[in-house]
């Protein structure tokens, strides 16, 4: 069965720079949600989409943003780049409810 | 805001044995409860999940149980593999939200 699509698997950034990261859903979910993962934390709720609209908001700071596009996949851009960035990044979706599908995640080094 | 918490950071079980996982949640307006596997370098896997108005729930080899006179979720697994060493969270999500909250992971270590 189809999962979770992320790109990059890894990335590795200069701090102030910027990075983008992508997430393709499976297929006919219509809801995304970004989670960031630090070394040895549970992961945090940054922001979700549901049908291209914003549906909730977490804890993302404000050099972030993330969009939810016509086909459904999302990408989570990020700016000003600084060394507490440097995590893993999961992407999930759903079709409506609660259970949420994890993609494999984009470990982000932020130098 | 509220979060779901986890008594023990680390468990390590013998193979074969059954291993309890447990959970402790605040939000009183939690009505979804779940159950992932994260495994090193992978995104977290679905387990099982169970509703507030479910107290037990089984699926291959796992069994969450809910109480929520005391707020207390656990996982069991039944006959211990070495496969299933892993981080093991919980998370829960309600008051008409679905993004999930999640919990402090257990560390699960089998032994051969």
């Known amino acids: 069965a189809a999962g979770v699509i992320q790109s990059p698997r890894h990335l590795i950034k200069e701090k102030r720079e910027t990075a983008t990261l992508k997430c393709y859903p499976i297929p006919r979910h219509d809801t995304v949600y970004w989670y960031q993962q630090g070394p040895g934390q549970d992961p945090q709720f940054l922001i979700s989409f549901y049908e291209k609209m914003q549906s909730d908001k977490g804890s993302i700071p404000d050099r972030f943003s993330a969009q939810q596009f016509s086909d459904y996949h999302s990408e989570l851009n990020m700016s000003s780049l600084e060394l507490g960035d440097s995590a893993l990044y999961f992407c999930?979706?759903?079709?409506?409810?609660?259970?949420?599908?994890f993609g494999s995640g984009t470990q982000l080094s932020v130098l | 805001g509220e979060s779901v918490g986890l008594h023990l950071p680390t468990l390590s079980v013998q193979e074969g044995d059954n291993s309890i996982i447990n959970c402790a949640y605040s939000?009183?307006?939690?009505?979804?409860f779940i159950w992932y596997k994260q495994e090193s370098g992978k995104g977290p896997q679905f387990i099982i999940d169970i509703r507030s108005n479910m107290d037990k729930r089984q699926g291959q080899r796992v069994t969450v149980l809910l109480n929520k006179t005391v707020k207390h979720l656990s996982l069991q697994i039944a006959a211990t593999q070495p496969g299933d060493s892993a981080v093991y969270f919980c998370?829960?999500?309600?008051?008409?939200?679905?993004?999930?909250?999640f919990g402090k992971g257990t560390k699960l270590s089998v032994i051969p």
């Open positions: 939000n009183s307006a939690s009505d979804y």
């Open positions: 998370a829960d999500s309600g008051a008409g939200s679905y993004q999930l909250t």
């Open positions: 999930a979706s759903s079709d409506g409810d609660e259970k949420l599908f």
